[in-house]
């Protein structure tokens, strides 16, 4: 049914299997998109990992088809980026329609000057594929393919995993342990951790389609379509000329029925016409959560990504937010793996992805109320905000049909230095993602150091700069200094994930070094 | 911060009052809920003030 052809990764007897037990510095557990980032961020730091996964291939079905900037420019590090962008859909701009009229268009980068587009549409196998590949390839970190994980015992310094292979049985060690193993994690309920939240009882079905007529790159959203005029539908582009099409279908549905071919084609074909031909790629019916652990970090387990929270698919915050987690878990737990900074680093992890899941949450919950209103006032200013939109530009602003991922807000983390000096009028402040722009011959995002970053505006020589920072001078009179909302001396200190943890007017390293020590949990200044 | 103004604001009060009623005539309870939904989204974008619509809605919920 599908034109991807899944390839097997090869099945390694463990050496565990034969008595020879070493405890591993960090364990992983999930191949999905989420473990292997992590993998290779912690093995860029020098911390090797063992992830395993209880299958031997990539994700089955498109799933997570919105990469956005922001992963992007993590995975870049591991120079599979371009490849994504190169086999993916680049995408910047949406239509949204009331029935059969276009009634409004957004840009989601509404400005030049970044290396990376807001987003590229790109299968979920496609992306663990090229992840899996940069994993084999890294000598610290060892997939371990159908090694499905069937116990876990939490201890105070190390956590003992037992997994289940065709071999047989083993006993795993780790000092940490990485539950990346989605929304059902076998390891939450193994520990038996709740998982609250609200569940939505609206069913969708996605068919994912080859078809031969080449389509516009945008993302289309409609409301009542004439093909589906009861519902929503929002059709994406994939790479390999496939479609997402998904229609939403009520809380009465029978998913059963709805998955047959017979009844996606008739759906298709009121869509696209009867002329039009296709190949089913994957068909699926989904309803869906939006739910949060109470705390990301039990002990020595930590949960990531689905695991560790669950949103509506509006928005594409799902596997970007994974992204998300691990590139703030990755350079905290290298630290204090590493005994170059506290345990309780770790805490701001939970305390700022929770923060980020809560945003998340927020904003995919307002999409989906909009996109399926449960109650009829809900439904009667849904479409007061769509009967309106052609005429009047600020309801078009109203129309919620996901809004799409962008870094999230990490306000008030006890790593970040507020901001002392009053002037700032724009830039990004401390809890706020850095901004990429036109360095040079290049890109800010390509001059950044593994470790913290030091961007410092008008000194060529910023003469040696506290350890653990990068010293990144900006000089000339580019888009980076608007960004930035710089003069000369401005100063900014960048945490390894690229969000900012402190910024100053003038460059004095005695604050940056405190700051450092602020974002590293060595002190609480 | 603007607060919810309490005093007539109006002109023609019983002009403006009775268009508004007027206006729902003949509507059915659905026609005027959507009706009612338009208006208040017209009305709520030219206020503008946070503030005002927020006390509004705990002012209209209290009654």
Same mark, same amino acid.
């Given at each position: 049914?599908?034109?991807?052809?899944?390839?097997?990764?090869?099945? $390694?007897?463990? =050496? #565990?299997?034969?008595?020879?037990?070493?405890? /591993?510095?960090? !364990?992983?557990?999930? @191949?999905?998109? %989420?473990?292997?980032?992590?993998?290779?961020?912690?093995?860029?730091?020098?911390?090797?990992?063992?992830?395993?996964?209880?299958?031997?291939?990539?994700?089955?079905?498109?799933?997570?088809?919105?990469?956005?900037?922001?992963?992007?420019?993590?995975?870049?590090?591991?120079?599979?980026?371009?490849?994504?962008?190169?086999?993916?859909?680049?995408?910047?701009?949406?239509?949204?329609?009331?029935?059969?009229?276009?009634?409004?268009?957004?840009?989601?980068?509404?400005?030049?000057?970044?290396?990376?587009?807001?987003?590229?549409?790109?299968?979920?196998?496609?992306?663990?594929?090229?992840?899996?590949? $940069?994993?084999? =390839? #890294?000598?610290?970190?060892?997939?371990?393919? /159908?090694?499905? !994980?069937?116990?876990? @015992?939490?201890? %105070?310094?190390?956590?003992?995993?037992?997994?289940?292979?065709?071999?047989?049985?083993?006993?795993?060690?780790?000092?940490?342990?990485?539950?990346?193993?989605?929304?059902?994690?076998?390891?939450?309920?193994?520990?038996?951790?709740?998982?609250?939240?609200?569940?939505?009882?609206?069913?969708?079905?996605?068919?994912?389609?080859?078809?031969?007529?080449?389509?516009?790159?945008?993302?289309?959203?409609?409301?009542?379509?004439?093909?589906?005029?009861?519902?929503?539908?929002?059709?994406?582009?994939?790479?390999?000329?496939?479609?997402?099409?998904?229609?939403?279908?009520?809380?009465?549905?029978?998913?059963?029925?709805?998955?047959?071919?017979?009844?996606?084609?008739?759906?298709?074909?009121?869509?696209?016409?009867?002329?039009?031909?296709?190949?089913?790629?994957?068909?699926?019916?989904?309803?869906?959560?939006?739910?949060?652990?109470?705390?990301?970090?039990?002990?020595?387990?930590?949960?990531?990504?689905?695991?560790?929270?669950?949103?509506?698919?509006?928005?594409?915050?799902?596997?970007?937010?994974?992204?998300?987690?691990?590139?703030?878990?990755?350079?905290?737990?290298?630290?204090?793996?590493?005994?170059?900074?506290?345990?309780?680093?770790?805490?701001?992890?939970?305390?700022?992805?929770?923060?980020?899941?809560?945003?998340?949450?927020?904003?995919?919950?307002?999409?989906?109320?909009?996109?399926?209103?449960?109650?009829?006032?809900?439904?009667?200013?849904?479409?007061?905000?769509?009967?309106?939109?052609?005429?009047?530009?600020?309801?078009?602003?109203?129309?919620?049909?996901?809004?799409?991922?962008?870094?999230?807000?990490?306000?008030?983390?006890?790593?970040?230095?507020?901001?002392?000096?009053?002037?700032?009028?724009?830039?990004?402040?401390?809890?706020?993602?850095?901004?990429?722009?036109?360095?040079?011959?290049?890109?800010?995002?390509?001059?950044?150091?593994?470790?913290?970053?030091?961007?410092?505006?008008?000194?060529?020589?910023?003469?040696?700069?506290?350890?653990?920072?990068?010293?990144?001078?900006?000089?000339?009179?580019?888009?980076?200094?608007?960004?930035?909302?710089?003069?000369?001396?401005?100063?900014?200190?960048?945490?390894?994930?690229?969000?900012?943890?402190?910024?100053?007017?003038?460059?004095?390293?005695?604050?940056?070094?405190?700051?450092?020590?602020?974002?590293?949990?060595?002190?609480?200044? | 911060?603007?607060?919810?103004?309490?005093?007539?604001?109006?002109?023609?009060?019983?002009?403006?009052?009775?268009?508004?009623?007027?206006?729902?005539?003949?509507?059915?309870?659905?026609?005027?809920?959507?009706?009612?939904?338009?208006?208040?989204?017209?009305?709520?974008?030219?206020?503008?003030?946070?503030?005002?619509?927020?006390?509004?809605?705990?002012?209209?919920?209290?009654?």
């Amino acid at each position: 049914m599908s034109s991807y052809q899944y390839r097997r990764y090869p099945y $390694r007897r463990a =050496a #565990e299997l034969d008595g020879t037990a070493v405890r /591993r510095p960090v !364990v992983i557990v999930g @191949a999905g998109m %989420a473990g292997p980032t992590l993998a290779l961020e912690l093995a860029a730091r020098g911390v090797p990992s063992v992830v395993l996964d209880e299958d031997d291939t990539v994700s089955i079905g498109s799933r997570s088809i919105c990469q956005a900037k922001h992963s992007l420019e993590v995975w870049d590090r591991f120079g599979i980026s371009q490849r994504m962008v190169d086999k993916g859909i680049t995408w910047e701009q949406g239509e949204v329609y009331l029935r059969d009229r276009a009634i409004y268009r957004f840009n989601l980068q509404p400005e030049p000057g970044h290396k990376f587009p807001a987003f590229v549409n790109l299968q979920q196998y496609y992306v663990e594929e090229f992840l899996y590949e $940069r994993c084999l =390839a #890294e000598p610290a970190i060892e997939m371990r393919f /159908r090694n499905k !994980v069937v116990g876990v @015992a939490p201890h %105070a310094d190390h956590v003992v995993v037992e997994v289940e292979t065709p071999d047989g049985r083993y006993t795993l060690e780790a000092q940490w342990l990485v539950a990346c193993d989605g929304v059902r994690s076998p390891v939450r309920h193994m520990l038996g951790l709740p998982f609250e939240g609200e569940v939505f009882h609206d069913q969708f079905l996605i068919a994912d389609i080859r078809l031969l007529d080449e389509l516009p790159k945008e993302r289309r959203f409609w409301f009542y379509p004439p093909f589906h005029p009861t519902n929503s539908v929002l059709l994406h582009r994939q790479a390999d000329n496939v479609l997402r099409v998904d229609f939403q279908l009520g809380r009465e549905a029978d998913a059963e029925e709805e998955k047959k071919t017979e009844n996606v084609d008739r759906r298709l074909c009121l869509m696209f016409g009867p002329e039009a031909r296709w190949e089913h790629e994957w068909t699926s019916v989904y309803t869906f959560t939006c739910r949060m652990m109470q705390r990301f970090v039990h002990g020595r387990v930590i949960f990531a990504g689905d695991a560790a929270h669950v949103v509506s698919p509006f928005g594409a915050r799902g596997g970007n937010g994974a992204i998300a987690d691990v590139d703030n878990l990755a350079w905290k737990l290298a630290l204090v793996v590493a005994g170059t900074a506290p345990e309780a680093l770790l805490d701001s992890y939970c305390s700022e992805r929770r923060a980020a899941a809560r945003e998340n949450i927020l904003n995919s919950t307002r999409s989906t109320d909009f996109i399926t209103p449960k109650f009829p006032a809900s439904r009667a200013f849904r479409d007061a905000t769509l009967t309106l939109a052609p005429d009047f530009p600020f309801a078009r602003a109203l129309i919620n049909s996901g809004r799409l991922s962008v870094p999230t807000q990490q306000l008030e983390s006890p790593l970040d230095t507020p901001d002392s000096d009053g002037d700032w009028v724009g830039g990004p402040g401390p809890g706020r993602a850095m901004l990429d722009a036109p360095v040079g011959n290049g890109w800010l995002i390509d001059r950044l150091g593994r470790d913290f970053s030091l961007l410092t505006f008008g000194k060529d020589d910023v003469g040696t700069v506290p350890s653990g920072a990068t010293a990144v001078p900006i000089t000339g009179n580019g888009l980076a200094w608007q960004r930035y909302d710089s003069r000369p001396g401005t100063t900014y200190l960048i945490r390894p994930d690229r969000y900012v943890a402190g910024r100053w007017r003038t460059y004095d390293p005695a604050a940056v070094s405190a700051a450092l020590d602020r974002a590293t949990g060595r002190s609480h200044a | 911060m603007t607060a919810l103004r309490r005093t007539l604001n109006l002109a023609r009060p019983d002009d403006v009052y009775n268009a508004i009623v007027d206006a729902h005539k003949g509507l059915s309870d659905e026609q005027c809920r959507d009706f009612d939904a338009r208006l208040i989204l017209l009305l709520v974008n030219h206020i503008g003030d946070e503030a005002v619509i927020r006390e509004a809605l705990k002012e209209a919920a209290a009654t």
